[in-house]
Nanobody, 124 residues
Framework: QVQLVESGGGLVQAGGSLRLSCAAS????????MGWFRQAPGKEREFVAA???????YYADSVENRFSISRDNARNTVRLEMNSLKPEDTAVYYC??????????????????WGQGTQVTVSL
């Protein structure tokens, strides 16, 4: 069992930056693919970014060149650096872990464990 705890959310003005962190329990963190998803009110959960065990990265088109995902296996942590934030980035952001490092990084059903989420609000 893996527990994921997100932190770093908050309120920021448009154009600003935030860094989200996700701390994972367990000894096998380095073998997981990790992803970030988000869900805005009234909308479905959507893919944001993912990083494989081999550190290949994947991004949604809407965040490409603005967000950056990274992992620190020594600290069991994955981070999401968010720059040039827009009001449409407002959502609850969730960290997720995929035990099998499967190929469908954008599919939330690929992931086995989820955090509780952290709110990101971007104001005009």
């Amino acid at each position: 069992q893996v527990q994921l705890v997100e932190s770093g959310g908050g309120l920021v003005q448009a154009g600003g930056s935030l860094r989200l962190s996700c701390a994972a329990s367990g000894r096998t963190f380095s073998s997981y693919a990790m992803g970030w998803f988000r869900q805005a009110p009234g909308k479905e959960r959507e893919f944001v970014a993912a990083i494989s065990r081999g550190r290949f990265t994947y991004y949604a088109d809407s965040v490409e060149n603005r967000f950056s995902i990274s992992r620190d296996n020594a600290r069991n942590t994955v981070r999401l650096e968010m720059n040039s934030l827009k009001p449409e980035d407002t959502a609850v952001y969730y960290c997720a872990a995929d035990r099998n490092d499967g190929p469908r990084h954008m599919d939330p059903h690929e992931y086995d464990y989820w955090g509780q989420g952290t709110q990101v609000t971007v104001s005009l």
